[in-house]
């Protein structure tokens, strides 16, 4: 059974939400923990703020996130670097409360007038497997719930947003400046990636995953990203179609992140949907085509940088960015745990 991620709930109350309008503005910040081979390898630190700044050099929500690092044996020989994040559930019925506070982030930005159809608790619906139901509250990670203005998080939960560990059974290249080492792993692109899952980047089609793959039932809470995950057959065309379309929570149906102006291949389960888990976008290698930082896998002496894909997602669930990045072309394809989520490798040329 995979590790389960600390889930700590929240009572979602309106006293919650900060005010930002005040707020200095300035760009996020991503303070590392230096653990385990990390504490004296400046090299490898430098690394690590390289990845982070491709995320801190487009945001400007003012906001600190604490990210606790390391390298350690991950007992598997094909996950390179793991994110767990601090993941924190509404109570009381606090669908609508974060519902709200998206339409409410994207309320300033023209390219997010999408948001504004999110459908309330009342009209939301979703595909899921026999057996697998639906809560009345919305999760996400903590970082992301800061995103969206609810305050005194690190107060409440401790200042701790996640924790990234590297496989030690990878030979990492701390520095791709001079070129990627053959057979060595870019740590500076597992970084970003590790971020990325941290900051939101998650969906609840990994836990409805695991609890068919066990022939279990239950209620699952659905994430931000969840939100926009629809089947890639159902796309919604317009606001309206936006609002009213089920989204797809079942493993293997081939799924699309939708805003009606672009739909981006999503990943669909490791047990019942194409090997790779659904937090990410739709792999490379399945898909002909790279979308962004948050493919599945990474082979050694390849670096990738986070694309306007990438910053598409984050804008529209609860992120500002110094330049909102536009939507990108639509890319249909009907090819088609925990919070515990894994950064792959596989061999491939290029």
Known sequence: MPAITRVLRFTATAALINSLASAPVQALVIDFVFGAG???????????????????????DPMTVTVNVGFSD?????????????????????????????????????DDAIVAALPALAQFSAHTPPGIG?????????????????????????????????????????????????????????????????????????EVDFLVNHGLGGTVTVNPLDLFRFRSDETPADAAAFAATSRDLVPGDPAVFADTASALALSTGVAAGDGRQASHFKDDALLFFHL???????????????????????????????????????????????????????????
């Open 38 to 60: 990390l504490a004296g390898n400046p090299v490898a630190q430098a690394a690590l703020q390289r990845g982070a700044a491709q995320w801190t050099s487009r945001l400007v």
């Open 74 to 110: 991950l007992g598997a020989p094909n996950i390179i670097g793991a994110a767990s994040s601090v993941t924190l559930t509404t109570t009381n019925d606090g669908f609508d409360l974060v519902r709200d506070a998206l339409v409410a982030d994207a309320a300033d930005e023209s």
């Open 134 to 206: 639906l809560s009345s509250e919305l999760a996400g990670t903590k970082a992301n719930f800061k995103a969206l203005g609810f305050g005194g998080l690190d107060a409440v939960f401790g200042a701790s947003d996640g924790t990234i560990t590297f496989n030690t059974r990878f030979a990492f290249d701390f520095d791709r400046g001079d070129g990627i080492g053959a057979g060595l792993t870019d740590l500076e692109t597992v970084a970003a990636h590790e971020i990325g899952h941290i900051l939101g980047f998650i969906s609840v089609v990994d």
């Open 292 to 350: 962004g930082i948050m493919d599945p896998t990474l082979a050694a002496g390849i670096g990738f940088d986070v694309t306007t894909a990438d910053l598409r997602v984050l804008d529209l669930i609860g992120y500002e960015f110094t330049v909102v990045p536009v939507p990108v072309p639509a890319l249909l394809f009907l090819s088609a745990l925990f919070p515990l989520l894994g950064f792959t490798s596989r061999p491939r040329t290029h």
